[in-house]
């Protein structure tokens, strides 16, 4: 089997940026997050926004990427989302899922 080339290996990576609006913030959305996305693989970032917002970046396999772009259309439990941006990046090669400050 041929070795990917770092354009096929990006081509195979999908990367996009989230902002979600509603009462997201002291839910557990950054943990539940970061959960998730564990759960599915998926490389990035989340942080709450100074103006009542979450933030997050998801980077993986296409399909892994957008359940989570879906899972931030309802969140955990306690939260109640109003509306998701989502943005397509460039992928960087992200590994990890942090929960940043």
Known sequence: M????PADA????????VVVT?????????????REAEERGVAGWVRNRPDGRVEAVFEGI???V???????????RWATV???????EAPEGASGFDIER
């Not at 990006?10 to 940026?17: E, G, H, Y």
């Not at 509603?22 to 970061?34: C, E």
């Open 66 to 76: 957008d359940a989570m772009v879906s899972w931030c259309r309802t969140g955990p």
């Open 82 to 88: 109003s509306d998701v941006d989502v943005v397509d």
């Open 22 to 34: 509603g009462d997201v913030q002291g839910v557990g959305f950054r943990w539940s997050a970061r």
């Open 62 to 64: 296409p399909d892994a």
């Open 2 to 5: 041929p070795e990917l080339t």
């Open 10 to 17: 990006a081509a195979a990576r999908r990367r996009v940026r």
